[in-house]
Nanobody, 115 residues
Framework: QVQLVESGGALVQAGGSLRLSCSVS????????MGWYRQAPGKQRMVAAL???????TYPDSVKGRFTISRDIAHNTVSLQMNSLKPEDTGVYYC?????????WGQGTQVTVSS
């Protein structure tokens, strides 16, 4: 049974930083791709960062250079360090696990960036 629990969302001023964490149970970083997605009000959920089985990462241009995804295998957590935050980063951030084409989601954590 896969369970993902996010934490760390908050209200922050533009230019600030936040670190989101995802506690993973039932997952295996040796076989599962992990990621963070975000959904702004009235918009589709979109990828913010991915980390693959081999440790490689990928980011959309909108967050490249500002966001960093990492994983702690010993503690079964995936984190998203977000720096230089902008108002357009506002949204609900979801942790995602993908295994053999099946996607699992956490409940989400709210990030609000004020201008």
């Amino acid at each position: 049974q896969v369970q993902l629990v996010e934490s760390g969302g908050a209200l922050v001023q533009a230019g600030g930083s936040l670190r989101l964490s995802c506690s993973v149970s039932g997952g295996d970083f040796r076989t599962d791709t992990m990621g963070w997605y975000r959904q702004a009000p009235g918009k589709q959920r979109m990828v913010a960062a991915l980390i693959f089985v081999n440790g490689g990462t990928t980011y959309p241009d909108s967050v490249k250079g500002r966001f960093t995804i990492s994983r702690d295998i010993a503690h079964n957590t995936v984190s998203l360090q977000m720096n230089s935050l902008k108002p357009e980063d506002t949204g609900v951030y979801y942790c995602n696990l993908r295994r053999s084409g099946v996607a699992y989601w956490g409940q989400g954590t709210q990030v609000t960036v004020s201008s």
